[in-house]
């Protein structure tokens, strides 16, 4: 990696991939865990020091034994990757506004049929729809249960007080994932 600062903006399909990795660990049951500036897309490239290592320039995926020079935060990619980082912020509001995400029993989940997909779907005590499609070309068609569904998220943001709704049949674009909760 030549450029730290190019390499640490995420975008395109590796900002999709960052948001449905979040929507999959912010609608999973129990205590969550971050990893430092996982928020903006962090990633730790090794940098020079005096210490010689023939990976310099090179992305760490296990930087324990590394030097500050590599395992710093740097917060300016905090706002370089503000979407990204707007995203997670959406997704804390979310799981805090409803506790279903946080703690229901497992007799509260009825997953939907997805065939042969990379995707999950479920509805979670019959308010609330997650569509995860992991699939990076195919999108998912789901057919959902009766009732006007309203979306809180899809995959570029979060909007709890969203006015938009579906009704009957929804489509998941590849890589991305929604969380819709039923109307009243």
């Known amino acids: 990696i030549k450029d730290r600062v190019a390499n640490a903006k ?3 399909k590796q900002l999709a991939m960052n948001k449905l ?3 999959f660990l912010f609608t999973s049951q129990g205590i969550t865990f971050m990893h430092e500036g996982q928020e903006w897309g962090r990633s730790k490239v090794i940098a020079p020091t005096a210490a010689p290592d023939p990976r310099v320039g090179q992305l760490d995926h296990n930087s ?3 030097d500050n ?3 710093w935060l740097n917060w300016d990619e905090k706002d370089l990757n503000r979407e990204l980082v707007d995203y997670y912020r959406g997704l804390i509001r979310l799981r805090k506004a409803f506790p279903e995400f946080r703690n229901s029993d497992p007799e509260d989940f009825t997953f939907l049929k997805v065939g042969n997909k990379v995707a999950v779907a479920y509805i979670l005590q019959n308010k609330f729809a997650v569509l995860l499609n992991g699939d990076i070309r195919a999108p998912l068609k789901i057919k959902l249960p009766k009732g006007t569904w309203r979306i809180l998220v899809d995959g570029k943001t979060v909007n709890l007080e969203s006015n938009r709704t579906v009704a009957d049949n929804i489509v998941v674009p590849p890589t991305s994932g929604m969380v819709l909760r039923k109307e009243s």
Do not use: S
């Open 10 to 12: 995420v975008r395109g």
């Open 21 to 23: 990795g979040a929507l």
């Open 64 to 66: 324990y034994e590394k």
């Open 69 to 71: 020079e590599t395992n």
